[in-house]
T-cell receptor, first 111, second 116 residues
Framework: EDQVTQSPEALRLQEGESSSLNCSYTVSGLRGLFWYRQDPGKGPEFLFTLYSAGEEKEKERLKATLTKKESFLHITAPKPEDSATYLCAVQAGIAGNQFYFGTGTSLTVIP | GAVVSQHPSRVICKSGTSVKIECRSLDFQATTMFWYRQFPKKSLMLMATSNEGSKATYEQGVEKDKFLINHASLTLSTLTVTSAHPEDSSFYIC????????????FGPGTRLLVL
């Protein structure tokens, strides 16, 4: 069964304390893996798209990596404004019409 | 670029009435738009995929007669919740894929629906 699992479910970090969020997936025919940030009561904000194993993308304090089984979102020296829920999504299938979201990691960065 | 808007942002209605939610891509053309619903502290659940000018494709378990989707142009899709009931109360979010920008979906800000 195709699925996407994110861990941990919740993460509390001190400001400046680097860490990583995990997104593991079991799908047939990966077409793309996407990271989004979602603030309470708002729609997801696009962060990164990764298409193939070994690919990496960076933006400010965030860096996303992809292997054949999982993706990591590394947060370097986080700030309180990085607090949000981070969602991972996978597009799969021959026609690319299967789209699965993980349940997210709720990140809280404490000043 | 890649801004998606939704209207209204919040709606309260009585049970039995119908509610229309609009999703617009403001600075790009979208061949495909998606509708999701999200329950508190849960992830997004895909309801349907719509392509401009054709019928929407609904996910298993989603009633097409209850959730009417119209994708009339490359910048507008609408979701109508017909004969809404309290169990339809949820956060509805649309997304759009931009022509020429691969598979990335850009999301709207969401619409909070409360059915009394």
């Amino acid at each position: 069964e195709d699925q996407v699992t994110q861990s941990p479910e919740a993460l509390r970090l001190q400001e400046g304390e680097s860490s990583s969020l995990n997104c593991s997936y079991t799908v047939s025919g990966l077409r793309g893996l996407f990271w989004y940030r979602q603030d309470p009561g708002k729609g997801p904000e696009f962060l990164f798209t990764l298409y193939s194993a070994g690919e990496e993308k960076e933006k400010e304090r965030l860096k996303a990596t992809l292997t054949k089984k999982e993706s990591f979102l590394h947060i370097t020296a986080p700030k309180p404004e990085d607090s949000a829920t981070y969602l991972c999504a996978v597009q799969a299938g021959i026609a690319g019409n299967q789209f699965y979201f993980g349940t997210g990691t709720s990140l809280t960065v404490i000043p | 670029g890649a801004v998606v808007s939704q209207h209204p942002s919040r709606v309260i209605c009585k049970s039995g009435t119908s509610v229309k939610i609009e999703c617009r891509s403001l600075d790009f053309q979208a061949t495909t738009m998606f509708w999701y619903r999200q329950f508190p502290k849960k992830s997004l659940m895909l309801m349907a995929t719509s392509n401009e000018g054709s019928k929407a494709t609904y996910e298993q378990g989603v009633e097409k007669d209850k959730f009417l989707i119209n994708h009339a142009s490359l910048t507008l899709s609408t979701l109508t919740v017909t004969s809404a009931h309290p169990e339809d109360s949820s956060f509805y979010i649309c997304s759009a894929k931009a022509i020429g920008r691969g598979e990335t979906q850009y999301f709207g800000p969401g619409t909070r629906l409360l059915v009394l």
